[in-house]
């Protein structure tokens, strides 16, 4: 019963991940068309913008900010494989479970600072420094948005990595054969 709850609450996280760093993702080509506007219109035409640098800063923020928890997911970050891939899986989730508790204390600080910036954006409409100027509110509520979706992802990962050092088993069953051969392939160069 308990099991089939983590694995429940941790499929959801996934999920939601998924879906902000897929929403995150098609931020791309806008930024991209972005990028090719202003050098047609500062090349060709003779007349850059005044906005375009910005939203191009502000887009590939959210692009980065808001990826960042679906790489996480993905196990994409880096890692220090050779003490990492030298030891067995439980260790591995014991590394694991150090590292994930300094990432949540890292972003929750990170939260809370974005938090505050939040408000003073709001209180003293702060903007950024350009010649268009426009308001850095909306920066710092997608930075409280992309520490939330880090930690809530961390916190799937610690449950899921807790589970396995218990009980020598994977909370949530991969979702294809070539992915289960792989890491039980892993596990068996781990533990040998």
Same mark, same amino acid.
């Given at each position: 019963?308990?099991?089939?709850?983590?694995?429940?609450?941790?499929? $959801?996280? /996934?999920?939601?991940?998924?879906?902000? $760093?897929?929403?995150?993702?098609?931020?791309?080509?806008?930024?991209?068309? %972005?990028?090719? +506007?202003?050098?047609?219109?500062?090349?060709?035409?003779?007349?850059? %913008?005044?906005?375009?640098?910005?939203?191009? =800063?502000?887009? +590939? $923020?959210?692009?980065?900010?808001?990826?960042?928890?679906?790489?996480?997911? /993905?196990?994409?970050?880096? /890692?220090?494989?050779?003490?990492? =891939?030298?030891?067995?899986?439980?260790?591995?989730?014991?590394?694991?479970?150090?590292?994930?508790?300094?990432?949540?204390?890292?972003?929750?600080?990170?939260?809370?600072?974005?938090?505050?910036?939040?408000?003073?954006?709001?209180? +003293? /409409?702060?903007?950024?420094?350009?010649?268009? *100027?426009?308001?850095? *509110?909306?920066?710092?509520?997608?930075?409280?948005?992309?520490?939330? !979706? +880090?930690?809530?992802?961390?916190?799937?990962?610690?449950?899921?990595? =807790?589970?396995?050092?218990? %009980? $020598?088993?994977? =909370?949530?069953?991969?979702?294809?054969?070539?992915?289960?051969? !792989?890491?039980?392939?892993?596990?068996? *160069?781990?533990?040998?």
């Amino acid at each position: 019963m308990l099991s089939k709850l983590l694995a429940t609450y941790c499929l $959801g996280i /996934n999920r939601l991940v998924y879906w902000v $760093g897929v929403s995150a993702s098609v931020l791309m080509p806008i930024l991209a068309a %972005t990028v090719a +506007f202003e050098v047609f219109s500062r090349y060709v035409l003779g007349k850059p %913008t005044i906005w375009a640098y910005d939203v191009s =800063l502000f887009l +590939f $923020g959210y692009i980065a900010a808001l990826g960042g928890a679906l790489a996480q997911q /993905n196990k994409a970050h880096i /890692n220090v494989d050779v003490l990492y =891939l030298s030891v067995s899986m439980r260790v591995r989730s014991l590394f694991n479970l150090a590292s994930y508790s300094l990432a949540i204390f890292f972003l929750s600080v990170v939260a809370m600072m974005a938090l505050g910036k939040f408000e003073e954006a709001i209180e +003293f /409409n702060y903007r950024r420094q350009s010649e268009w *100027a426009p308001s850095m *509110a909306h920066f710092w509520v997608m930075m409280m948005v992309a520490c939330t !979706a +880090f930690i809530v992802q961390f916190t799937s990962d610690m449950i899921q990595d =807790l589970y396995y050092v218990v %009980t $020598g088993k994977a =909370l949530i069953e991969p979702e294809n054969e070539q992915q289960e051969s !792989a890491d039980n392939f892993v596990e068996q *160069a781990g533990d040998a």
